[in-house]
């Protein structure tokens, strides 16, 4: 198991372990006291070895029943956390970051005016070409390149050609599928679950 591959696997045990916490909001001790879906993984294997010693009994079939139950009440606890709770989440997180950038593009702008409009109107005003306090305050000079015309319409001397392949994924699935031979690429099956 590659060191990635394990990471995965120790956050999925993680997440499991505690679905219950943000299911249905318990306290920390009815948390506490209700089964992981790995309990239920092992109760499902001490089943199975209670029927190959005591066959189909009458008290078997009814421990059956009750843990289908339990087990399908956990399942929807987990589908529910899958589908709805982090799904919530994760809008909730990214209103948060959208609130952010845009709070950071005011401020942005407002440092630009402050500097370009404000302090360069009081400074040339007061006829201050530089400032020394606790801060230093000076016009600084920079140059730039604007192009005015088509990147392409420069001379050969002056511009540079960028070219960026891609690979059109959806005619090599066909050409696969198809049997056809496509070198540097091949056809991957993946199985996962999906939660409705």
């Not at 990471?7 to 299911?23: A, G, H, M, W």
């Not at 959208?98 to 402050?114: M, Q, S």
Request: charge should be negative; glycine fraction near 6%; include cysteine.
């Amino acid at each position: 198991m590659s060191s990635g591959t394990a990471e995965q696997y120790i956050f999925v045990l993680t997440v499991i372990n505690t679905l219950d916490i943000f299911v249905k909001g318990k306290g920390m001790e009815e948390i506490e006291k209700k089964k992981s879906l790995f309990d239920y993984v092992n109760e499902f294997s001490a089943f199975v070895d209670r029927l190959e010693k005591e066959g189909e009994s009458e008290e078997l079939i009814e421990d059956l029943t009750k843990f289908d139950l339990e087990r399908a009440e956990k399942l929807d606890g987990c589908a529910f956390y899958i589908k709805e709770h982090i799904p919530n989440e994760i809008q909730a997180f990214k209103n948060i970051i959208n609130h952010a950038r845009a709070k950071i593009e005011v401020l942005e702008r407002a440092k630009k005016r402050f500097v370009n409009d404000y302090l360069d109107y009081a400074m040339t005003a007061m006829k201050i070409e530089k400032h020394n306090g606790a801060y230093s305050i000076y016009k600084r000079k920079s140059e730039s390149v604007e192009v005015t015309g088509r990147p392409e319409e420069l001379p050969e001397e002056y511009r540079e050609m960028q070219v960026d392949y891609k690979p059109n994924k959806k005619k090599i699935k066909e050409a696969l599928k198809d049997g056809k031979d496509v070198p540097g690429a091949k056809l991957i099956t993946k199985e996962g679950w999906t939660v409705r």
